[in-house]
């Protein structure tokens, strides 16, 4: 089982950028990212497999991009032109399945989280 740690987090007026970092203990063959907002079910962002292969929600598709470093180690999601609805907390998760699709039950690691406001 794999252990993961989020870091990036914090707040942003609209339009501005973040850059979330996942560490893992180990390799797994995908890797996601989800988010929570107030009075909302925890919902996908972006999933990445181990072959480099990315999908995204359609609502953050033109605006972030989910990475791994060469080691498959570190999972990044890189946030632009942040909106307000964006405002959640975000979640770092890993997969035994190389095609996860964008399923929580597919993911049996998770992160601690770490909160991303968006502000006036």
């Known amino acids: 089982q794999v252990d993961l740690v989020e870091s990036g987090g914090g707040s942003v007026q609209p339009g501005g950028s973040l850059r979330l970092s996942c560490v893992a203990s180990?390799?797994?063959?995908?890797m996601g990212w989800f988010r929570q907002a107030p009075g909302k079910e925890r919902e996908a962002v972006a999933v990445?497999?181990?072959?480099?292969?990315?999908a995204y929600a359609d609502s953050v598709k033109d605006r972030f991009t989910i990475s791994l470093d060469n080691f498959k180690t570190t999972l990044y999601l890189q946030m632009n032109n942040l909106k307000l609805e964006d405002t959640a907390i975000y979640y770092c998760?890993?997969?035994?399945?190389?095609?996860?699709?964008?399923?929580?039950?597919?993911?049996?690691?998770w992160g601690q989280g770490t909160q991303v406001t968006v502000s006036f």
């Open positions: 998760a890993a997969s035994s399945l190389l095609w996860p699709a964008f399923q929580p039950a597919n993911f049996d690691a």
């Open positions: 180990g390799t797994t063959p995908s």
């Open positions: 990445i497999n181990k072959r480099g292969n990315p």
